[in-house]
């Protein structure tokens, strides 16, 4: 324990960064809580002098909008889908990376790559890889062209080439190039920490398990996965948080219209709601979006621990 | 079930490329164990009993050599169908399952004619489990067990399936004194009952001799001396295994044989026939000494230890390899500390002579 007399140099040492987190963190957090309760509130208006009623109108106005459901509906949906299968895929992969002798560090270079790179430059050629279904050619004679490798890839293999995310696509193929790719973008971080558990794991349960005669898929199911299920709540946990955050993806394929052109907003997520409530001086209604989105990740985090209690088993 | 060791050779490539000097874990490792012995692997560590072990349990494969059960040629055959059951040094439990589970584990991977039914499993791992006297525990975690109580789950987990053979690694190494005193007759009270012939490694040469019907004592690879714990002790080959075997260990002296007389300094403590003249190292059981006032070797006396039944009398001779000289003598015998020096004979049949190059053992005749 730190002598009392000496007590007052720690808070000194620790007074810049509590400067700073009440500043930019903790002030911001009660004012967004200020703001979501006073409806209407307007960033121009308050200069004016205006005053605000204290209520919850900010909430049920934006509980309305079709646009804030949408949104709602897009981030869950991506994160229903995105977070079992990246984690499923990142334990196989992990699994499969710990059992393998050579090329073991490359690959762990390669799998780890996009985590260090632009998630908006990876967005831009995932745009290009999915790219273009196009007409060019007039009175009849359509040349439908793509350039990218994704379609010359299905064509290759005599297929269609589908409308991705251009002018005129689908909605399930907007999905689809979003999932791709959050699960691709995803994979590192969850690769990364499962196989940190993997190596931590005593190599003697393998070696008991071999003496045993045990079958390798009883091995991964009853041995690897109990074992690693700290870690797989941990990646489930903080991949269903990153998920509901979602946005940054979106603008990398779709650019800041959040979707493909002629349809603008189609894949807007809660944050994209946010930022699209900004600019137009509706700082009520982003912060009672925001709490929102900070009531549904609590919820659905505490299920998560909820859950984990059960499962992780020591 | 016999278990033949043949030629039995491990080497381990260095890791150092360059140093090139592979490292020879077990060379040329020969031994039968007759059918529901308890064999102790025994030796300072680096010295190939566990990867002995490791080799006869098939998660180690030998560079030469061939290993038998009975009259099957095994060596080839893979871990799980050799029907072993290995305990490992920390237990190797699976953290997550039950007593139960643990136990049942083995059994639910049988497969084809082997499989057993639900019922059939859960009576087979209660049988195991009252064998080592856990039934109490069944539905426990194993973080919710002590070291004796896990030990015992990991012993039922190898013999819920009735292997052939048990090994066992390093059994006792993580119990606490009293506990390991208690768990090696367990050890050997299961192993008696089952008659399942059972290997078991060890640095403990008490641990070993206290227990096994048989030891072997290894050095750096190299089998030094098998045979019953009491022979071995009584008639070691070298010097190594004669300062290997015993608490308090055995007192080495420097010394000389000169006209069939073993000189210890210039005191001639024994008449011997059958050895030329030549340097030797004297090995002097600590029970080998009798206090005796004329006896011929004098020794400066330091200390005197009581412990009840014996005392144990240290003193220092400068001929002596170790810093001190220390033997156990019946309590009955007084022995005075203020004299400052104290006078031995010497027991012919706990007094070694072994060569000062190889350390081997030098046989001689009492006169």
Known sequence: MVDSKQQ??????????????????????INTVRMAFMEGYNGLAIVGG????????????????????????NTMLLCVLTVPISTFLALLIAVALNSIKVFKKTLQTIFFLPYVTNSIAIGMVFAAMFNIVGNMGTDGH?????AGIINNFIQLFGGEPINWINAGSSYWANMTVMVVYIVWNALPFKILVLLGGLQSVNKQYYDAAKVDG??????FTRITVPLLSPMLAYVIITGFIGGFKEYSSIVGIFGEDMGPAGAPRRLNTIVGYIYDALPKMNYGQASAAALILFAIIFVVTMINLQISKKRVHY | MKVVLQNLTKVFPNRDKKAGNDVVAVSDFNLEIPDGKLIGLLGPSGCGKSTTLYMISGLQKPTGGRIFFGDDDVTEISTENRGIGLVFQNYALYPHMTVLQNILFPLQNLKGADKLSKADMLERAHEAAKLVQIDELMERKPSELSGGQQQRVAIARALVKMPRVLLLDEPLSNLDARLRLQTREEIRRIQKETGITTVFVTHDQEEAMSISDMIVVMKLGVV???????????DPVNLFVAKFLGTPPINVLAGKVEGGKVYIGDEAVLEISGVEDREVYIGIRPEGFELDDNGPLSCELSNVEVMGRDVSVVSKNPASVNPVIRSIIDADNKVDLSAGVVKYRVKPHKFFLFDRETEERIRYEVK
């Not at chain 1, 007052?8 to 810049?16: D, E, F, T």
């Not at chain 2, 098998?226 to 002790?233: A, C, F, I, N, S």
């Open chain 1, 142 to 146: 359509d040349i439908i062209i793509t």
């Open chain 1, 8 to 29: 007052w140099k720690a808070w000194l040492y620790l007074l810049p960064a509590i400067v700073l987190l009440l500043v930019f963190t903790v002030w911001p957090i």
């Open chain 1, 214 to 219: 045990t079958p390798k898929s009883r091995v």
């Open chain 2, 224 to 234: 030094q001396q098998t045979g019953k714990p009491q022979d071995v002790y009584d």
């Open chain 1, 50 to 73: 205006a005053s605000f009623k204290f209520g919850i109108g900010n909430f049920t106005k934006v509980i309305s909008f079709t646009s804030f459901k949408t949104s709602l509906y």
